[in-house]
């Protein structure tokens, strides 16, 4: 689309989290209730990233000259994205606690359900690519694409409401 039209009204900058105690366990921990377990935070490579991260966003945002009180951070509450969150706003000197941060449910990891929780991803080579063909596919108990692509649709319409740059 050449118009360069967007329905956006701010822009975006887009973070997956820093490598986590999970990632390196091998284990795919997905529920809200096992997320947010301290235990499944950053690990220290991790933690190296966000902050290797923050410092790269701190720059493009001097670059574009856009001011700090214009940055909000909006992040997932399970523990790997909320150590992440705090790392990037600790370089950026922002209150994870403040009003320019917000932890939002739908931006949760997809959730695939009890049979997959806290168990390898070894196990479960395929887990990645279970709904290739069908993306309305649920995996027992767990969440479709279709499903995080709602969620993270209704994220962004409460993002771009509470939010103006």
């Not at 822009?11 to 499944?40: A, F």
Request: net charge negative; with cysteine; charged share 25%.
């Amino acid at each position: 689309m050449a118009s360069g039209y967007t329905f956006l009204k701010n822009g975006y900058w887009i973070l997956r989290h820093g490598k986590s105690i999970p990632n390196e366990k091998g284990l795919i921990v997905s529920s809200m209730e096992n997320g947010t377990l301290k235990q499944y935070e950053l690990a220290s490579e991790g933690v190296h990233q966000a902050r290797l991260a923050g410092e790269l966003f701190l720059k493009e945002l001097s670059e574009k000259n856009i001011g700090l009180e214009n940055v909000r951070i909006c992040y997932s509450p399970f523990s790997r994205t909320s150590h992440t969150a705090k790392v990037v706003a600790s370089v950026l000197n922002i209150s994870l606690e403040g009003p320019q941060c917000k932890a939002m449910a739908d931006l949760r990891e997809r959730y695939f359900g009890p049979s997959y929780e806290l168990t390898s991803h070894d196990k479960y080579p395929d887990i990645w690519t279970l709904d290739e063909k069908d993306p309305f596919m649920q995996p027992e108990g767990g969440e479709s694409v279709a499903d995080v692509v709602s969620r993270l649709t209704r994220a962004l319409t409460v993002i771009e409401s509470e939010f103006e740059r």
